[in-house]
């Protein structure tokens, strides 16, 4: 039924709450996860007169390898438990990021979990 399973994650306890669940697909249907992280990109002001805006990009590539080491952390997990999955890191707004990758990867299933606020009417509805 699942062959691959998108699991967005940002490294939050209520992020990981999603992979008991998607262990237990992944081992049932011999489905593949593809662990992503989205980093929105963060543009700061050198000064509040400047018309120049600079995206710290020191910042940014720490949080990149951040996330790598979070992802792989995870990914070592699961090959314990002989779960085939993929780390993946991504720039740029979240929800669409994730909608673009779902598509772009053909998966089947995008598992997250949700701390319950407001963040699901972003979600663009499906065509």
């Known amino acids: 039924m699942y062959s691959k399973i998108l699991v967005p994650m940002d490294g939050s306890r209520c992020a990981e709450t999603i992979l008991p669940y998607v262990e237990a697909l992944a081992l049932r249907f011999d489905a593949r996860l593809v662990l992503l992280t989205v980093i929105a990109r963060v543009q700061t002001v050198i000064h509040p ?49 994730i909608c673009r990758v779902a598509k772009e990867e053909e998966t089947d299933l995008i598992a997250m979990a949700s701390h319950g606020r407001t963040g699901v009417k972003r979600v663009p509805a499906a065509p």
């Open 49 to 97: 007169d400047a018309p120049i805006i600079e995206v710290d990009q020191h910042g940014v590539d720490l949080q990149i390898q951040e996330a790598e080491a979070y992802l792989r952390s995870v990914h070592n997990s699961l090959a314990a438990k002989s779960i085939s999955s993929r780390v993946l890191v991504e720039l740029g707004p979240v929800v669409e990021t």
